[in-house]
């Protein structure tokens, strides 16, 4: 549903089918009836279109396939997230996480460590098919959405387009003109983009350390500029008068919102279930794809929420659509390129992968300057010196909803780094790999710090170095949450994601972004998505059709 319309009638229907499904305990949910969504994924099941995963490409070629009247399987790793818990809410808060929140970990695992040094943020967990995962390399980790919908599930839901000109320098065979015009403003519409309320942004206390953080930018001579978002802001605005269930103003966020957030399974998902056409197999991992009879067979290992194994099935396809993310969709390439069954995948999978220059950071304001007890966990506000010609940074005002007042300035800085890693495969784990080293990061550090340091100069003030671990240190540079690359466009896949070698599949998600964006990426990846779905419909998919 749009922040600003009413929703559709294939939205209801789709929203209503995850709920109904979930409530039920059942992982396999469409439409069209609940013995036949089954029959569609059952062991040996065929089906025209099969997408890997549910994220923003994935949900985008699903409902395209659906409008086409193509059916199609998509298969989603983690849960469906609609069946509350004990305490009557689907989510929990991110001050209180309990097994919800961590994908299968003792102990939860958030950007911020700690408080003063102390080890009060994480907090132990049961083992369980949680919505938040860490994924750790060594040098680096990545952080994902695990659940029907992706990181729209878990993310901060800034929903930024990137500068034309650095879009025009990352993707130079995608046409700028066409996206900017076509493919940007249909993927906003879709994932239901709005803006907070200037006048209310102002005067409420739920956003001072947005304002705080403004005016110190001011300071050191950087201007700010407001942040568009998915979630849905006249909900937050009632969230304060109280006539609405608190979310974003009861410090819920990274492991999901129970109220206002517009992901993925309210918009573009509810709409492809509600087509009648397309079934969505939560808790089916995909884990290996090899060819067969003019398409594809994925094997798909089951589980419960527990983990435990349900058993393993095969699934054929003609077309088959990876959407499993820059790390699910290039090891499953790069897992049937080292094991044989994929042969003439090129040696460019795995490579071009970056982490978007992410670097967070903090400083510690002076107490003239609080930042506010209260604060909404949705960000609106971003710092923009991508002009820089030595450091170009674009830096996010985040919260610290901590409950009390901190006079904490926290940051996501994305930076221009423009190092790239590349993914390994090891045959005798199975497991993939990430050559990247903390060196690699040092780009990225320079330039927040030289960003940062004229910040602290101008308003007398100094870093916090006490949040990100035991050990101090003021800059975080060893996750990210944005990965991107690994099947590059133009160089993995055609200009259109066509996996090269390989007839009938396609990657249609981050992984084809080469590293860097300069922004927030789901909006990108999502236009990029609906641009390519388009070239594939008409060129592959329908060709032939009467």
Request: proline share 6%.
């Amino acid at each position: 549903m749009s922040a600003h319309h009413p929703p559709s009638r294939r939205r209801v229907l789709g929203a209503l089918a995850l709920g109904a499904a979930a409530l039920a305990g059942e992982t396999v949910v469409g439409p069209a009836g609940r013995a036949d969504a089954a029959d569609r994924a059952r062991d040996g099941a065929y089906v025209p279109a099969l997408v890997v995963g549910t994220g923003y490409g994935a949900a985008v070629t699903a409902l395209r396939l659906a409008e086409a009247g193509v059916r199609t399987l998509m298969l989603e790793a983690g849960q469906l997230w609609t069946r509350p818990g004990p305490d009557g809410e689907v989510f929990c808060k991110m001050l209180t996480p309990d097994r919800r929140s961590t994908w299968f970990r003792r102990r939860t695992a958030a950007p911020v460590e700690s408080f003063l040094w102390l080890d009060v943020v994480n907090r132990p967990v049961q083992p369980y098919a949680g919505i938040l995962d860490r994924v750790d390399f060594g040098a680096m980790a990545v952080y994902a959405g695990r659940g029907v919908g992706g990181g729209s599930l878990v993310n901060g839901g800034m929903a930024v387009t990137p500068r034309r000109s650095y879009f025009r320098e990352v993707l130079p065979r995608v046409d700028a003109g066409e996206m900017y015009r076509r493919h940007f403003p249909r993927a906003r519409a879709g994932l239901g983009v709005n803006g907070v309320d200037r006048g209310w942004f102002e005067a409420t206390e739920w956003y001072r350390y947005s304002r705080v953080a403004r005016e110190q930018a001011g300071r050191a001579g950087h201007g700010t500029v407001f942040l568009d978002n998915i979630y849905d802001f006249r909900h937050m605005r009632r969230e304060a008068a109280g006539t609405a269930p608190k979310s974003a103003l009861a410090g819920e966020l990274i492991y999901g919102n129970n109220h206002g957030r517009m992901s993925l399974d309210k918009t573009y998902l509810a709409a492809a279930l509600g087509t009648g056409r397309v079934t969505v197999a939560a808790l089916h991992r995909a884990t290996a794809i090899r060819p067969h009879a003019g398409g594809y067979v994925v094997t798909v290992e089951r589980s419960d929420a527990l983990g435990r194994p349900l058993g393993t099935k095969e699934i054929a396809c003609r077309h088959l659509f990876l959407g499993g993310g820059s790390l699910g969709t290039t090891e499953l390439l790069l897992r049937a390129r080292e094991t044989g069954t994929l042969p003439r995948l090129g040696r460019e999978i795995g490579e071009g992968w970056g982490p978007n220059g992410n670097v967070m950071t903090a400083r510690a304001n002076r107490p003239p300057h609080p930042t506010g007890c209260h604060q909404s966990t949705v960000p609106v506000l971003g710092i923009d010196a991508w002009d820089d010609p030595r450091h170009p940074v674009f830096a996010e005002v985040t919260p610290v909803p901590a409950g009390i007042e901190t006079w904490i300035s926290l940051y996501l800085a994305i930076t221009r780094n423009p190092e790239r890693g590349t993914f390994t495969y090891d045959r005798a784990t199975g497991r993939m790999g990430l050559r990247w080293d903390r060196g690699q990061s040092a780009p990225a550090v320079r330039s927040a710090r030289a960003f940062f340091d004229r910040m602290n100069r101008a308003n007398g003030t100094d870093y916090r170095y006490d949040l990100f671990g035991p050990e101090p240190r003021a800059f975080a540079d060893d996750f990210t949450y944005h990965p991107l690359g690994g099947c590059v466009l133009g160089r993995a896949t055609d200009d259109f994601g066509r996996v090269k070698g390989y007839r009938g599949l396609y990657v249609t998600d981050g992984a084809l972004v080469p590293g860097s964006l300069g922004v927030n990426p789901f909006v990108t990846i999502t236009a990029l998505a609906e641009r390519n779905i388009e070239r594939v419909l008409r060129q592959d998919v329908l060709r032939g059709r009467t």
